[in-house]
């Protein structure tokens, strides 16, 4: 009778490198998009869209303003030795894309953007015309 000596983990993690690589972007296409979380404010003047994009550079974002419709787009780009040996890989990576709609038209000339600290930051003014207005009444 001989005696093998064997790691149990040493199969399951070849199983769960093929898994991961069928799970990528080119397998799932749009499916395998990164989701981010957003937070909109309505101040008076504008609308203020924060979304969590931690590890993404500047470079790699978009955005595009079009009406009442805001666009956020771009890529996470995390390097990976796909020779290593890991024992887990949460972090997304690939392209990442989320359009909302905001209850008024937008002045789109006027958005601006920032990226600090991980946290994409617009300013998006209301239209004139869906800005609330006061109206003094003259008495005669």
Same mark, same amino acid.
């Given at each position: 009778?001989?005696?093998?000596?064997?790691?149990?983990?040493?199969?399951?993690?070849?199983? +769960?490198?093929? *898994?991961? /690589?069928?799970?990528?972007?080119?397998? *799932?296409?749009?499916?395998?998009?990164?989701? *981010?979380?957003?937070?909109?404010?309505?101040?008076?003047?504008?609308?203020?869209?924060?979304?969590?994009?931690?590890?993404?550079?500047?470079?790699?974002?978009s955005i595009q303003v079009v009406g009442d419709t805001v666009t956020i787009q771009g890529e996470l780009k995390v390097e990976y030795d796909e020779q290593a040996n890991y024992l887990? /890989?949460?972090?997304?990576?690939?392209? *990442?894309? +989320?359009?909302? /709609?905001?209850?008024?038209?937008?002045?789109?000339?006027?958005?601006?953007?920032?990226?600090?600290?991980?946290? =994409?930051? =617009?300013?998006?003014?209301?239209?004139?015309?869906? /800005?609330?207005?006061?109206?003094?009444?003259?008495?005669?």
């Open positions: 009778m001989a005696l093998y000596l064997t790691n149990p983990y040493t199969r399951m993690m070849t199983h +769960r490198r093929m *898994f991961n /690589r069928m799970m990528n972007d080119e397998w *799932f296409g749009d499916a395998a998009r990164v989701a *981010f979380p957003l937070d909109v404010k309505d101040n008076a003047e504008d609308y203020e869209v924060s979304a969590l994009l931690p590890g993404v550079a500047a470079d790699d974002v887990l /890989r949460e972090r997304p990576v690939g392209r *990442f894309m +989320r359009t909302l /709609r905001l209850p008024d038209p937008v002045d789109s000339a006027k958005v601006e953007a920032s990226l600090k600290d991980g946290v =994409l930051t =617009l300013h998006i003014p209301k239209a004139e015309e869906s /800005r609330p207005k006061t109206i003094k009444v003259n008495v005669k």
